[in-house]
């Protein structure tokens, strides 16, 4: 199992779990034709970036065999 311990802070890095308030940003890159050209997915309407963000929301630790970190 594993479940981060977060946050986790450096000097030049900040890592934490989503909120809602990343909607914006999330979006943001989701969006982009560029940014996803060879990405699984996208780029992304609003719709199914809010759905990513409740996935990532939801997605928080490894409990079992075959539980993903993902998109």
Do not use: I
């Not at 979006?27 to 963000?53: C, I, K, M, W």
């Amino acid at each position: 199992m594993l479940v981060p311990d977060l946050p986790l802070r450096t000097d030049r890095l900040d890592l934490r779990l989503f909120t809602a308030d990343d909607f914006a940003a999330l979006h943001g890159y989701q969006s982009r034709a560029d940014v996803t050209r060879y990405l699984y997915f996208g780029p992304n309407d609003e719709a199914a970036s809010r759905e990513a963000l409740t996935r990532k929301r939801a997605r928080v630790a490894l409990r079992a065999e075959g539980d993903v970190l993902k998109r």
